[in-house]
């Protein structure tokens, strides 16, 4: 059994934390009980909000896990027009308007917006996040300094994407 493995290295202080990369809430449900498991990475961004997973992340954080979250970019799609004809773009232009509408009316860019709603959330050590260029590690800097306004906190946790297979990568052609 693998994970007797991984708890044989844990008990012999060769690693520190066992952790598990998941998808689903179900998933996490699972692993709040698990003992063996003390760090789960799960998505959670813009659209994969709070609203979606901020009862499993407090859960997790209630049963002495350390939460680590990514996808907070969505693999760039908070950056499409949303005129694309693509999936899963095409069935998300009006969440996608709606972004646009938020970031002008809290005057911050999407990069910011995105990676600041993240990095706010109360039950999450750390947020991980790909670069493709230096620019893009400078810009990503400069968005971990944004304090988010609660007022657009508050609007981006009411965003309610009801079709969950479109914030997952995974299931895009």
């Not at 044989?8 to 998808?23: E, H, M, R, T």
């Not at 996608?96 to 938020?102: A, I, N, P, Q, S």
Request: with cysteine; glycine share 4%.
């Amino acid at each position: 059994d693998k994970m007797r493995s991984f708890n044989a290295i844990k008990n012999n202080q060769l690693v520190k934390n066992i952790g598990v990369s998941v998808y689903t809430n179900e998933q996490v449900e699972f692993l709040i009980k698990d003992d063996r498991v003390n760090l789960v990475q799960l998505p959670f961004n813009l659209f994969d909000n709070k609203l979606h997973r901020g009862e499993v992340i407090k859960k997790l954080k209630n049963s002495g896990k350390i939460v680590h979250i990514r996808s907070a970019f969505l693999q760039g799609l908070f950056f499409k027009s949303g005129l694309e004809n693509v999936y899963p773009i095409n069935k998300l232009k009006n969440e996608l308007r709606e972004l646009k509408k938020l970031s002008k009316k809290y005057n911050v860019n999407i990069s910011s917006m995105a990676l600041s709603y993240c990095l706010a959330q109360q039950n999450v050590e750390k947020v991980l996040i790909g670069v493709d260029s230096k620019l893009q590690l400078s810009e990503n800097i400069k968005s971990v300094q944004l304090e988010i306004d609660k007022e657009l906190v508050e609007e981006i946790d009411s965003i309610n994407i009801v079709n969950k297979n479109l914030l997952n990568p995974s299931k895009w052609p």
